[in-house]
Nanobody
Framework: QVQLVETGGGLVQAGGSLRLSCVVS????????MGWFRQAPGKAREFVAG????????YNADSVKGRFTISRDNAKNTVYLQMNSLKPEDTAVYYC?????????????WGKGTLVTVSS
C-alpha cells in the first residue's frame, strides 16, 4: 500500500513563501503521476497542481498558477510544492496523492496533510 507523508506547512504572513514536501513509500515512485490538493475550512478538497512521472508535465489550478510550482525528486521519493506570494485564501490543509490521467486522485485514502495558514 502506498503511504503518503506531507510536511512543511506552517503559519506565514501574506506575501510569504513555504515549501511543502510529500514522501511516498510502498510503490515505485518514479512511475507515478503525483498531485497536490488542498481543503480549506468548510470547503471541498480541490486540486492544486500535478506532475507526471517523467517530471516535465505540470498543471496548476488557475488560482495558484504563477505562484505555486510543483516538482519532484525521484531519488528521494518526494514531491514538492513551492508556494510563493501566499494569500490568506491559500489557507488550507494540503495533501498529496497519486494522480489518475484526468488529474483526479487515484488513491481512495489520504495522508494526514499539512496545515498552511496565511495571515493578512
Amino acid at each position: 500500500q502506498v503511504q503518503l507523508v506531507e510536511t512543511g506547512g506552517g503559519l506565514v504572513q501574506a506575501g510569504g513563501s513555504l515549501r511543502l514536501s510529500c514522501v511516498v513509500s510502498g510503490r515505485s515512485f518514479s512511475t507515478l503521476g503525483m498531485g497536490w490538493f488542498r481543503q480549506a475550512p468548510g470547503k471541498a478538497r480541490e486540486f492544486v497542481a500535478g506532475i507526471s512521472w517523467s517530471g516535465p508535465s505540470k498543471y496548476n489550478a488557475d488560482s495558484v498558477k504563477g505562484r505555486f510550482t510543483i516538482s519532484r525528486d525521484n531519488a528521494k521519493n518526494t514531491v514538492y510544492l513551492q508556494m510563493n506570494s501566499l494569500k490568506p485564501e491559500d489557507t488550507a490543509v494540503y495533501y498529496c496523492n497519486v494522480l489518475r490521467g484526468d488529474y483526479a486522485p487515484k488513491l481512495d485514502y489520504w495522508g494526514k496533510g499539512t496545515l498552511v495558514t496565511v495571515s493578512s
